[in-house]
């Protein structure tokens, strides 16, 4: 089973500039989520899919950040303009729907390292 | 708001001994706890889970303790193998599905 997908690897940008990161998550995962992780930090969430809808988005800095999930299935996340400070690795997880009693676990890609110059 | 908090930025344990991470949280809510594994240049993947329902979980050579009137858990790895060497990552959430809050992580460096 292919693992979550995720594209660029690596980012250099200056501050102002825009980029944009690209997820694809393991087939048959409904929910997706983009985190954030600062270096020495654990991972923060940004914004979470049901599907293609945003079941939690409060964490999401919306005057630049910006996240969609068309057809609920692939992902992008958006920045535009960069901040020094968004300088971080940018993960994509995706889990199943699931019941009470399973734990919600989340698979994780390897992550986009931004570095905004 | 930090609700999760790993206060050991490191730990460095002799190859065969035991490893003790240890994880804090201040949300009495929450009721679902997990521990992840990350590698360098990779994301990181599910260890171990427990629920507010017990008090220990076991899967092999990580066993997870939790303690809810202190709100706290650990993580212990018997025997540790170099292979461990990794950051470990707990994260906690209310509800099994909404937001997972992820403490900073412990780095832990199993000696041969």
């Known amino acids: 089973e292919a693992g979550v997908a995720q594209s660029p690897r690596y980012k250099i940008i200056e501050k102002r500039q825009s980029v944009a990161f690209w997820c694809n998550p393991i087939?048959?995962?409904?929910?997706l989520y983009w985190y954030q992780q600062i270096l020495g930090q654990g991972p923060k969430l940004l914004i979470q899919?049901?599907?293609?809808?945003?079941?939690?988005d409060s964490q999401l800095p919306k005057d630049r950040f910006s996240a969609e999930r068309l057809k609920g299935v692939d992902s992008t996340l958006k920045i535009q303009p960069a901040k020094l400070e968004d300088s971080a690795v940018y993960l994509c997880?995706?889990?199943?729907?699931?019941?009470?009693?399973?734990?919600?676990?989340?698979?994780f890609g390897a992550g986009t390292r931004l570095s905004v110059l | 708001d930090q609700q999760v908090k790993q206060n050991s930025p490191s730990l460095s344990v002799q190859e065969g001994r035991i490893s003790i991470l240890n994880c804090d949280y201040t949300?009495?809510?929450?009721?679902?706890f997990l521990w992840y594994k990350k590698y360098p240049a990779e994301g990181p993947t599910f260890l171990i889970s427990?629920?507010?329902?017990?008090d220990k979980n076991e899967d092999g050579r990580f066993t997870v303790f939790l303690n809810k009137s202190a709100k706290h858990l650990s993580l212990h790895i018997v025997p540790s193998q170099p292979g461990d060497s990794a950051v470990y990552f707990c994260a906690a959430s209310e509800d099994n599905f909404n937001k997972f809050y992820f403490g900073s992580g412990t780095k832990l460096n199993v000696k041969p």
């Open positions: 949300n009495s809510m929450f009721d679902y």
């Open positions: 899919f049901q599907n293609n809808g945003v079941v939690d």
């Open positions: 427990i629920s507010s329902i017990k």
């Open positions: 087939s048959g995962h409904a929910t």
């Open positions: 997880a995706s889990s199943l729907v699931l019941g009470a009693t399973l734990t919600n676990i989340q698979y």
